[in-house]
């Protein structure tokens, strides 16, 4: 086996569509005010915008809406878990708790 090999890899765009059923049928029935997005590639497909960048997302004062949701976009827990570099890891795992605990102020407010 390659040492090198990723244990994960992130999706392709095609693979990302062919969900979107489930997540729109999901999201319809369960009709959340604030969702968290993991990731890049989870808030890409919740905005409908395959160029969207985290990182941008993330320092919004604001969260993002579409579809009458609120969208507060934070680091996939992979990411976090990944991280060699304590400095950064603990960085990155400190705005994750802030993500969240953004999402419930919000979800308080609804």
Do not use: F
Not at 12 to 31: F, I, M, S
Request: with cysteine.
């Amino acid at each position: 086996m390659d040492a090198h090999r990723r244990l994960h890899k992130t999706p392709a765009q095609r693979e990302v569509d062919a969900c979107a059923y489930w997540l729109e049928g999901e999201l319809a029935q369960v009709r959340p005010k604030v969702v968290v997005a993991l990731g890049a590639t989870t808030l890409r497909a919740l905005l409908h915008e395959p160029k969207a960048r985290l990182k941008e997302y993330m320092e919004q004062k604001q969260a993002a809406h579409v579809s009458g949701l609120m969208v507060v976009a934070t680091w996939h827990p992979s990411d976090v878990l990944r991280s060699l570099n304590a400095g950064p890891r603990e960085q990155a795992r400190a705005q994750m708790v802030a993500a969240l605990r953004r999402a419930h102020a919000l979800a308080g407010e609804c």
